[in-house]
C-alpha cells in the first residue's frame, strides 16, 4: 500500500514556466514533509519542507503549498530552468515514530530550454 | 560537514553471491536508515535503526538480507544469496533526533544482479 501518492509521474515545461508536482497522504501520524532532488548517479537531497501547520513555504523559486484538511501537498517551482531537471521527491515523516520517512514515486522533470 | 559516505559505488555480481555494503553517516546522526531504490521508483526503506536499535525492518526481506549497527555509528547492509530482481541502488541516510528531522542521503551503490 503506498502510502504517499505523487502526481505526475513525468512533467515537460519550457523555460520560465511553473512546474506543479502534487502529492497527497491517508496517515495522519504523518508530521513533517520534506520535498528531495535527485539527479541521475546521486542521492536524493533535501529541497523544501514544511510542517502541517502551515500553508505555504516559500524559499527562493520553491514553494510548498500544504492543505492539512485534504492530506494534500504540492511543490511549486517559479521560472523553472533547464537545471531544474531531475526527479522530485515528496515524502512524509513521523516524527513521533523515529523519524520514519515514507517517499512518494517521483517526477521526473524535463525543462526544455 | 562531511556528507553521507557509502561504498562501494558500484558492484556487479552473479546470482547467489552474496554482497555487503557500508555507511558511514554524518557525525552525531542517531538516526541511519537504509533505502532500496529500484529503477524509476522512489526509495523503499529496507530498515532504520536509532543508535544500534532498530526501529523499523518490516519490509527488509530477511530471509537474504540483513543490516547491523554496531557501536551505533557505521552500518553495513548485506545480501546473501542475491536475486536479479535485487538490482537497484541502495542508499544510505542519516538524520539527527528531534529538530528538523531531514534525512540526508550518500550517493548510494548501485548493485547488478546477472
Known amino acids: 500500500q503506498q502510502q504517499v501518492k505523487q502526481s505526475p509521474q513525468s512533467l515537460i515545461v519550457q523555460k520560465g514556466g511553473i512546474s506543479i508536482i502534487n502529492c497527497a497522504y491517508e496517515?495522519?501520524?504523518?508530521?513533517?514533509f520534506p520535498w528531495y532532488q535527485q539527479f541521475p548517479g546521486k542521492g536524493p537531497a533535501l529541497l523544501i519542507a514544511?510542517?502541517?501547520?502551515?500553508s505555504e513555504k516559500k524559499e527562493g523559486r520553491f514553494t510548498i503549498s500544504f492543505n492539512k484538511s485534504a492530506k494534500q501537498f504540492s511543490l511549486h517551482i517559479m521560472d523553472s530552468q533547464p537545471g531544474d531537471s531531475a526527479t522530485y521527491f515528496c515524502?512524509?515523516?513521523?516524527?513521533?515514530?523515529?523519524?520514519?520517512?515514507?517517499f512518494g514515486g517521483g517526477t521526473r522533470l524535463m525543462v526544455k530550454p | 560537514e562531511a556528507g553521507v559516505a557509502q561504498s562501494p559505488r558500484y558492484k556487479i555480481i552473479e546470482k547467489r553471491q552474496s554482497v555487503a555494503f557500508w555507511c558511514n553517516p554524518i557525525?552525531?546522526?542517531?538516526?541511519l536508515y537504509w533505502y532500496q531504490q529500484i529503477l524509476g521508483q522512489g526509495p523503499k526503506l529496507l530498515i532504520q535503526?536509532?543508535?544500534?536499535?532498530?526501529?523499523?525492518d518490516s519490509q527488509l526481506p530477511k530471509d537474504r538480507f540483513s543490516a547491523e549497527r554496531l557501536k551505533g555509528v557505521d552500518s553495513t547492509l548485506k545480501i546473501q544469496p542475491a536475486k536479479l530482481e535485487d538490482s537497484a541502488v541502495y542508499l544510505c541516510?542519516?538524520?539527527?533526533?528531534?529538530?528538523?528531522?531531514?534525512?540526508?542521503f550518500g550517493q548510494g551503490t548501485r548493485l547488478t544482479v546477472v
Open positions: 557525525s552525531g546522526h542517531a538516526t
Open positions: 541516510a542519516s538524520s539527527s533526533v528531534g529538530g528538523a528531522s531531514e534525512a540526508f
Open positions: 535503526f536509532q543508535n544500534n536499535g532498530v526501529v523499523d
Open positions: 496517515n495522519t501520524a504523518f508530521d513533517y
Open positions: 515524502a512524509a515523516i513521523k516524527r513521533k515514530a523515529g523519524n520514519m520517512l515514507t
Open positions: 514544511i510542517r502541517p501547520d502551515v
